[in-house]
């Protein structure tokens, strides 16, 4: 009887333990995805960019002489048909870690194997099972370091090869059309701007990682903070959606530690960010919607989004010119520089006074990158209200901050029109990209300030100190 591959956020063929399996067991696979609440619930762009990966992991599967089953409902009740139309007697999948899919997971999981089904879950998705880093005393890391020193010695599993032909069932169930599910409705204007920067699929992945193992890793420790430059994997799309496992880029990093190349431990360190998130997820779920510090409840944020300076951060016309190019990457590209992040988190939360959560939000919605941990930690430490969090009265200034690591203006410059003779393709491409309410255009004046960096800096600390906790 066949075996059913439950794929998820993990849409490749190399090291994929769950696959692998599958194929070994010698019977047949369907591989199989379903359009439940999880993709409803999607941000546009991530919805999007979800909809091409699935097209182009079908296609992949179509070259191993398989294909992709594509089901909407219910996925505990789309397994279940799937189980009596093909007569499967096992279900594998790779394992999430957000509480919606730990829930769904185990539930179904659970009811099963009452059935007698061999429903099966695999690792993939991370390197560490966030289960198995314990502090001394038995309790989990809040603090990124000490998380770092207990991992980074630890053996990682070597990546899986690729199976080979998938052995096809008898017969092949019925699937939904990718087209029907509409993946791409919220993007409007957007999709054919960002299109041209996505990298999809799993051979671009791995390209882009042997490309970044042979060239920039060597400087990574400097490039990384660059926004002007190519400085860095740019592969948070890829593992987003599993196009890549982590595995992968561990071991492709410490093949370029032991030849002495600079940057790989920094790199590394940055594989285990991502890791650390999730540990923090599964421990503390409340990571994702509520402040980890539940002191901060007090603070007064805003989160009125009709708010003019809200609706400025969004439309990237805060005046200020680290800030606005880095909204704009994002509505261009679909990603945004690390550095970017931290700026534009630290003016909303701070100079604005607005709630993370309504960054997070707008990052879920634009980000072709969008990962639920770490969105999460990301905006928490910006704004202070995260564990191992920049200190609320650290604010960046981000016109300092442009001067140091944008110098010569290259990233301000390819993402700002307003005010140059001739401004930068990308720049450009952002007016087709917005939605025409916004009423914005490339010889508008470029605006003065929603808030001065000094003025937004003294009532962020006086509102601090005052706070009451
Ligand atoms: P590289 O510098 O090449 O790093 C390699 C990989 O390490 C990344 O692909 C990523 O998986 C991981 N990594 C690097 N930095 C971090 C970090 N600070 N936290 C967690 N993992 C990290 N990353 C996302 O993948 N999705 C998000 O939705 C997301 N939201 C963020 C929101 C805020 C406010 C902040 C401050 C950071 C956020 N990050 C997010 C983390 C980070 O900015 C991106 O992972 C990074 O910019 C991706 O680019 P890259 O792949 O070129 O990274």
């Not at 994929?16 to 995805?33: D, K, M």
């Not at 704009?328 to 550095?339: I, K, L, S």
Request: hydrophobic fraction near 40%; glycine fraction near 8%.
């Amino acid at each position: 009887s066949p075996v059913l591959v439950w794929f998820r956020r993990d849409l490749r063929l190399s090291d994929h333990p769950a696959l692998s399996a599958a194929a070994g067991s010698g019977r047949p696979v369907i591989p199989v995805f379903i359009h439940d609440d999880q993709v409803t619930g999607l941000g546009a762009a991530p919805k999007w960019r979800l909809g091409l990966g699935l097209e182009h992991f079908a296609q992949s599967l179509g070259e191993k002489d398989s294909r992709l089953i594509l089901r909407r409902g219910n996925a505990r009740e789309e397994l279940r048909r799937l189980i009596s139309e093909t007569g499967a007697a096992a279900v594998f999948w790779t394992r999430l870690y957000d509480p919606d899919a730990v829930a769904r997971d185990s539930d179904i999981k659970s009811e099963l194997k009452d059935e007698g089904i061999d429903a099966r879950s695999f690792g993939g998705h991370l390197m560490f099972e966030p289960w198995t880093v314990e502090t001394k005393t038995g309790g989990y890391y809040k603090v990124y370091t000490p998380f770092w020193n207990m991992v980074k010695s630890r053996d990682v599993e070597p990546p899986l090869s690729a199976p080979g032909p998938l052995k096809a069932p008898e017969a092949w169930p019925d699937s939904d059309a990718l087209a029907d599910w509409n993946l791409a409705a919220a993007m409007q204007r957007g999709a054919d701007v960002v299109r041209p920067y996505v990298r999809l699929g799993e051979q671009a992945a791995q390209a882009r990682l042997g490309g970044f193992i042979s060239g920039i890793v060597e400087n990574y420790d400097k490039t990384r903070d660059l926004p002007g430059t190519d400085g860095t994997s740019g592969l948070s799309e890829n593992l987003s959606l599993g196009e890549i496992s982590p595995h992968q880029c561990w071991h492709a990093g410490q093949r370029a530690r032991e030849e002495g190349k600079k940057g790989a431990e920094t790199f590394l360190k940055e594989l285990v960010w991502r890791e650390f998130a999730y540990h923090l997820m599964h421990h503390t779920p409340r990571i994702l919607d509520g402040n980890w510090k539940e002191d901060w409840d007090a603070f007064p944020w805003k989160t009125d989004e009709r708010l003019s300076e809200i609706k400025a951060w969004k439309q990237g016309r805060t005046g200020i010119q680290f800030v606005d190019a880095a909204m704009r990457e994002m509505y261009v590209t679909g990603r945004m520089h690390n550095r970017g992040r931290m700026i534009v988190a630290s003016y909303l939360t701070k100079h604005l006074m607005t709630h993370w959560k309504v960054g997070q939000a707008w990052f879920e919605h634009c980000l072709i990158d969008w990962d639920p941990a770490s969105n999460a930690m990301g905006w928490q430490w910006s704004a202070g209200s995260g564990p191992d969090a920049t200190p609320y009265f650290r604010v960046f200034n981000p016109v300092t901050q442009l001067d140091k690591f944008d110098r010569n203006r290259a990233y301000a410059g390819r993402w700002i029109a307003e005010g140059r003779s001739k401004p930068s393709v990308e720049a450009l491409s952002y007016f087709d990209a917005i939605p025409r309410r916004w009423h914005m255009a490339p010889d508008d004046e470029y605006p003065a300030p929603v808030v001065p960096v000094d003025e937004g800096r003294k009532k962020a600390l006086s509102a601090y100190e005052n706070r009451g906790f």
